[in-house]
T-cell receptor
């Protein structure tokens, strides 16, 4: 089976940097995705790492270490609007299947 | 706006009833996914369709079924509803199965079973 672990809550102040970790156990790993979901909203895709290393997209970066079954999402220059839940997800795609398994999410609260 | 549409936005119904949730994927997307999100369970994958065919099943109850039509829209049917089925139901789409890491979610249908 597949499982993902991430912290349930993180709090940080505006302008700071926060890192949200995700460890996973999966058979047939293909990559790690990150999604953001504001309260009452739909999840939105943030980033994807298939290979080891850091991917940067503006203020957000995502890192993957396949050997450690570990990844993280790094949010810099935090803004109030970054308050949301962040989900890591692993893919189960290949062959005839293709779907994502999501972690339980990390609720990020950004304080002024 | 992700380009994925879902109807209805809200649905209130009684236990034992049956409802149908509808989803239209982004233009050009062939894969459709259904998820259930409740407060204590996070995003639970239910089922995936690709170009009209069922391709993957997650934790979908036997009382639930889905299909994808030739125009690629999809419907999720929930029957013999129980109080515990109250949740947000999301539909998502991706270009194809190989792109399932990047899914676009609709606004969701909030189902309340009373």
């Amino acid at each position: 089976g597949q499982s993902l672990e991430q912290p349930s809550e993180v709090t940080a102040v505006e302008g700071a940097i926060v890192q949200i970790n995700c460890t996973y156990q999966t058979s047939g790993f293909y990559g790690l995705s990150w999604y953001q979901q504001h309260d009452g909203g739909a999840p939105t895709f943030l980033s994807y790492n298939a290979l080891d290393g850091l991917e940067e997209t503006g203020r957000f970066s995502s890192f993957l270490s396949r050997s450690d079954s570990y990844g993280y999402l790094l949010l810099q220059e935090l803004q109030m609007k970054d308050s949301a839940s962040y989900f890591c997800a692993v893919g189960n795609y290949g062959g005839s299947q293709g779907n994502l398994i999501f972690g339980k999410g990390t609720k990020l609260s950004v304080k002024p | 706006d992700s380009g994925v549409t879902q109807t209805p936005k809200h649905l209130i119904t009684a236990t034992g009833q049956r409802v149908t949730l509808r989803c239209s994927p982004r233009s050009g997307d062939l894969s459709v996914y259904w998820y259930q999100q409740s407060l204590d369970q996070g995003l639970q994958f239910l089922i995936q369709y690709y170009n009209g065919e069922e391709r993957a099943k997650g934790n979908i109850l036997e009382r639930f079924s889905a299909q994808q039509f030739p125009d690629l829209h999809s419907e999720l049917n929930l029957s013999s509803l129980e109080l515990g089925d109250s949740a947000l139901y999301f539909c998502a789409s991706s270009v194809d199965q190989g792109s399932s890491y990047e899914q676009y979610f609709g606004p969701g249908t909030r189902l309340t079973v009373t």
